[in-house]
């Protein structure tokens, strides 16, 4: 028996006790008859492994592991003539290529309310300035709520809400994706041809809409995820989560009003200015190396179909006058729940019509109702296990375009944390399988902390 690869790595998250960690598994891997190599040598700063080999004069080393002698003690030579993004960071960084314009898949993460605000996930702006989470959730009505002292509190939000740090602990951990959402509003600020002063609300917009009074300055922020994406090897996927009029009533989707209404499809103004953004923000960083591509609307709810799929042309068309090779993302309805499976979707913008890189974006959840919702963790399990598996299956035989999983995350109702490991790792290997990929809902609460789940 031979281990070929192990290492130290571990989520224990207490560095003073790697070394005891590390003597553990050397002391249980000396059983293997044949003996063992290490993962790895180097991560490519000259930095050994903690693994040594025997201490032996060099003539006689090799003469006596080949003979059986002695047992194999060493390391793997990894991403060196075979390359690995993760280990081997410095030549995509370098060279400002993120690791996903190869042929792996996207393994990534949302941002989720750094620029669309959700009260639920980072609640300070609204806790801090006693605006009221239920009626004035989403950006605008905290907009509204927070008055003169908004431009402050929204700098101070998205300056320390991610940071470049964040995408430094992405890339460290594998993530060649941010699945980034926005307004359609904060593409104009710095585009002078369209906005000499600043803000949708003096800019000359093509569309009658309302309301355009939003506060300025996210898009100096959309410019630093594409440098640092390019930094740090990651692509970045621009998600249109809060179009005029709302998708879907929703707070990520930054409705004018309490209850929030639907109004995206009520007016043909709200679905011509979708497109008009959308092909800003291509015309902005289609040349930007970082660029993945465009989500063209994100869980669109009771909206007519076939209104959602002239915007979706649309919308296609604006973005390929700027951008050839990204990849354009489109949500089926959440509300009623599409599965992609439906024949208005799998006949619907395909390669052999003629369009490219068009994937569908999913987004499986277990903690919102339906049956993936369980009050038991082999429940809960066994739905990723059999009907996430074959729901994806599904998928694949019916619908030529690729899919992506948009948003997915470790949420539960079985209440039991003992078993949100085998839970999470139920979820990533049945993602896997989705063509183009996933990308996890969602990186921080605003506290720093990490997805629980990029292994």
Known sequence: MLIGEWSACNHFNNPGRNG?????????????????TFWSW?????ATAPISAQSQCEKDRLANVKSGKTKVVGPNIGSWLVLEAWMAGNVWDSNGVPPVHSKTKVRGSNLGSWLVMESWMAPQPWDENDCNK????????????????????????????????????????????????????????????????GGASKAKLNYHI????????????????????????????????????????????SPAEHPGQINWDKYPANIGQTVESMELYAQRYAEKEALFGFCLLNEPAHIDIGKLQDYYNRAYAAVRKHSADSHIVLNPLITPFESGTESHWTGFM???????????????????????????????????????????????????????????????HFNNPGRNGDFTKAEVNVYNQASLGWTFWSWTGGQSATAPCFI
């Open 42 to 46: 180097t991560g490519g700063q000259s």
């Open 20 to 36: 005891d960690f590390t003597k553990a598994e050397v002391n249980v891997y000396n059983q293997a008859s044949l003996g063992w």
């Open 210 to 253: 309302t309301p355009t009074d939003y506060h300025v300055g996210g898009l100096a922020y959309i410019d630093k995820a594409f440098e640092w994406g390019q930094k740090y090897g990651i692509g970045i996927l621009l998600g249109m989560h809060a179009a005029p009029g709302s998708q879907n009533g929703n707070d990520h989707s």
């Open 350 to 412: 395909n390669p052999d019509q003629g369009f490219t890189k068009v994937a569908m974006d999913l987004h499986y959840y277990s903690c919102f109702g339906g049956g993936a919702d369980q009050t038991n963790p082999d429940g809960a399990i066994g739905y990723i296990n059999w009907d996430r598996k074959n729901q994806i299956a599904d998928y694949h035989a019916k619908n030529p375009k690729q899919m992506l999983i948009g948003e997915w995350s470790a949420c539960n």
């Open 134 to 197: 239920g009626t004035q959730g989403g950006s605008y009505l905290l907009e509204k709520c927070l008055g003169n002292i908004a431009p402050a509190v929204l700098q101070k939000h998205w300056s320390t809400f991610i940071t470049e740090n964040d995408f430094a602990e992405m890339s460290k951990h594998g993530v060649n994706v941010v699945r980034v959402p926005i307004g359609w509003w904060q593409i104009y600020l710095y585009l002078n041809i369209y906005d000499p002063q």
